[in-house]
């Protein structure tokens, strides 16, 4: 295989990934700072839920790791253009150095790195069906993100997060995590029962000046959503929720993320509820609710 034939493969990988984005190859984009043309692999470009996002793609045809002045210099690039989220594809993997500097960047930049073998794995599979008593889920993850079972252990039903991160608590650390719930209709009988009652009881627990602030998003996919952002005075990161009906429960995708990588991150959200297929055990079995929410 040429360093041709690499990216081209990573190109038809990552036109499945982003069906509704416009993706091109080999594209040049000036620099702010350098003065110059800089060239980029692959740019992706789209809306999600009325939010511009553009994505820049390095592809590395290497025979060794990716290490931490790769990092470093995919950084730099990404801020020359202008561009706060990037993906860095390559064939033999990452040091930990690497992996560590992805995570760790004190700029609004967010990088995402993916072995080509995973990116492949990740556009067939990469999904879980996280489950209560009655109720499962049928969840996929963004691109880039793992899903982490463990949380059936905890108040939610899975958690997902930014691969670049070697642990689940890391990535809270660093406010950049998602996680599942669902009610059921027994509990709260409509959606407005549960938004008032969830605030009721985050109110309790934070601080003075707090806002809440309630919309609605429509995503490319004719689906419409409820949103809530969660304002925390003095905190550089925000919480933002999206919900949907299905036949017998409420879903919501919890997104924690700094301010910084909202435009980058609200993306992920609405990709995660998109994809949702929700399933009711009846008589010991998992019948499936219809696949969108009502």
Known sequence: MTWQDYEEQVFNELTRAFPDANIQHDVRLPG???KTERQV???I????????????VDTKFYSKRIDTKDIEEFIGMLGDIDCNHGILVTEEGFTRGAVNRA???PFSVSVDIISFSELKEYQTSGGAIPYTDKFALLIRPPLGWVIDTRSQRHAYMVSLYNRSYPTREE???AENFMYVTIEPKQTFPTLSDLLQSQEAESRKRLPPGTTFRYSRWKS???RQYDIRSIYIPGRQAIEITAFAQFASFFCSSVL?????NVKVNFPRLIYVMDGLFGMEKQDGEAEP???KPN
Do not use: C, K, W
Not at 45 to 56: E, S
């Open 289 to 291: 609710l219809p696949e």
């Open 256 to 260: 924690l993320t700094p301010l910084s």
């Open 45 to 56: 470009g789209g809306i999600a839920a009325g939010v511009y996002y553009q994505i820049i």
């Open 41 to 43: 692999d692959i740019h």
């Open 220 to 222: 490319s996919t004719q």
């Open 32 to 34: 702010r700072f350098s």
């Open 171 to 173: 990535a809270i650390a």
């Open 103 to 105: 995570a760790n960047n």
